[in-house]
């Protein structure tokens, strides 16, 4: 059974930082893909970065790109979401996303196959 816990979030004041983790269990996972989607009340789920397993390469939404920075640890099956300069408008549940890897750019939550259950990120200003 695959599951992902996410950890970390928490309250910080506009241009602090924080850093979430997710702990996977019940996958192989060097071979899938991680990401972080998160949702602020009243709004869909929306894409904020993913990485793959081939080579670690990275992907980000606009607004985060050059703030938030993605990485994995494969040996500890932990996949982490650096965020820096946090704004209010930040503040939303980050859920952790796992799905096989593969030629294509997962942007849409229907494309990703497990969920954590999230960690709120609130943003004061």
């Known amino acids: 059974q695959v599951r992902l816990v996410d950890s970390g979030g928490g309250l910080v004041q506009a241009g602090g930082s924080l850093r979430l983790s997710c702990d996977a269990s019940?996958?192989?996972?060097?071979?899938?893909?991680m990401g972080w989607f998160r949702q602020a009340p009243g709004k869909e789920r929306e894409f904020v970065a993913f990485i793959r397993r081939s080579d670690d390469s990275t992907y980000y939404e606009a607004s985060v790109k050059g703030r938030f920075t993605i990485s994995r640890d494969n040996a500890n099956d932990t996949v982490f979401l650096q965020m820096n300069r946090l704004k209010p408008e930040d503040t939303a549940a980050y859920y952790c996303?796992?799905?096989?890897?593969?030629?294509?750019?997962?942007?849409?939550?229907?494309?990703?196959?497990?969920w954590g259950q999230g960690t709120q990120v609130t943003v004061s200003s």
């Open positions: 996303a796992a799905r096989p890897d593969g030629p294509i750019i997962p942007l849409d939550r229907e494309l990703w196959n497990y």
């Open positions: 019940g996958l192989t996972f060097s071979t899938y893909r």
